[in-house]
C-alpha cells in the first residue's frame, strides 16, 4: 500500500509511513476512502507510542501474561496494559442500583433471550486467497438468485444440487438455530430479512456465499432484570474503564509533541 502521508511524530520518536500503512490493513474503511483506514491506523500508532513512552518513564518492567491458550502477550502488548492498570488504579467506582436499572430500562431489547430462527441455505465454498473463485461463485450465485425469484420452490433442489454443506441433502434446511449458533454475517442476514423471503444477495463469510432463505424467526422474550444484572454491570463498568482509558489517553496527547496526525479523534 502506497503511504498516503508522511512519518508521524510522538515526542520526537518517528513512527514510518510504512508502519501505519501497515497497520491499516486492520481499520477498515472504504475502497474508495483508503485515507480513512490510514488515518485510523496513525492515531493508533501514536497513542500506542504515548503509552510506551509514558511506561517508559514510570519504569515499569515488561510482564507478559496469556491472554489466551498459548498465546502470551508481547512486551509492547504487556507494557501498554501494564500503565494503563497503574493509571487507572484505583479503577472507576462500580454503577450503582440506580444506573444499573436505568441502563435496563433504556433499551429494554438489549436484554432479550435467545432469537430462534428456522432457515435453509445453499453454501458456495470460496477461500478468502480466491478472489477468481469469488468471481465465478458470485456469478453462479446471482444465477440461482434469478431463478429463484421466478421459482421460489426450487430453493430445495437447488441446494440439493449444489450446496457445499452438509445440509444439502435436507434440501438445505438447518434445523432451529438460536443467536451465536451461525457466524454474524449470516445472522445479520436474518435479522434483516421477513420470514418466508429469499435474502436478495448473497451473503459472504469465511466459508464462502450463502444463499438464505428464512422461513421463521422468534425473538426472545425481555429477560427479567435480575436474570441479566451481571450482564449490565459487566457492560457499565466495561464503560467506565474505556473512558477512564480515553481521558488518561487525551491527558497524555495534551501535554506531548505530536506531529503529522492529530489525535483529537484518537
Known amino acids: 500500500m502506497t503511504p498516503l502521508l508522511s512519518d508521524v511524530s510522538v515526542n520526537g520518536e518517528t513512527i514510518s509511513a510504512e508502519s501505519i500503512a501497515a497497520e ?37 518492567p515488561p510482564d507478559p501474561q496469556e491472554i489466551a491458550a498459548g498465546q502470551i ?42 432469537t430462534l430462527y428456522e432457515a435453509a441455505h445453499i453454501l458456495l465454498p470460496v477461500r478468502p486467497d480466491d478472489p477468481q473463485g469469488l468471481i465465478r461463485a458470485e456469478a453462479e450465485a446471482e444465477a440461482m438468485l434469478a431463478e429463484l425469484r421466478h421459482s421460489p420452490r426450487a430453493f430445495d433442489a437447488l441446494a ?21 449458533d451461525t457466524v454474524p454475517e449470516f445472522e445479520a442476514a436474518m435479522d434483516a430479512m421477513g420470514e418466508g423471503s429469499i435474502a436478495e444477495r448473497p451473503v459472504r463469510s469465511r466459508y464462502g456465499l450463502h444463499i438464505i432463505r428464512l422461513d421463521a424467526r422468534a425473538e426472545g422474550a425481555v429477560l427479567p432484570f435480575e436474570a441479566v444484572e451481571p450482564r449490565i454491570r459487566e457492560m457499565l463498568e466495561k464503560a467506565a474503564w474505556a473512558k477512564a482509558a480515553r ?20
Open 24 to 60: 491499516a490493513q486492520n481499520h477498515p474503511a472504504p475502497k474508495s476512502k483508503p485515507g480513512l483506514a490510514w488515518m485510523a491506523a496513525a492515531r493508533a500508532l501514536a497513542v500506542r507510542t504515548l503509552l510506551l513512552q509514558e511506561a517508559r518513564r514510570r519504569g515499569l
Open 160 to 180: 440439493r444440487e449444489h450446496s457445499a454443506c452438509s445440509s444439502r441433502t435436507a434440501g438445505g434446511r438447518l434445523g432451529q438455530l438460536v443467536s451465536g
Open 73 to 114: 502477550e508481547t512486551e509492547d502488548e504487556a507494557l501498554v496494559r501494564q500503565v494503563l492498570d497503574e493509571a487507572l488504579d484505583p479503577p472507576p467506582p462500580p454503577p450503582t442500583e440506580d444506573e444499573l436499572r436505568t441502563a435496563y430500562r433504556d433499551r429494554p431489547e438489549r436484554w432479550r433471550g435467545p
Open 247 to 266: 481521558d488518561f489517553v487525551a491527558d497524555l496527547a495534551a501535554q506531548a509533541e505530536v506531529k503529522g496526525i492529530t489525535l483529537k479523534a484518537a
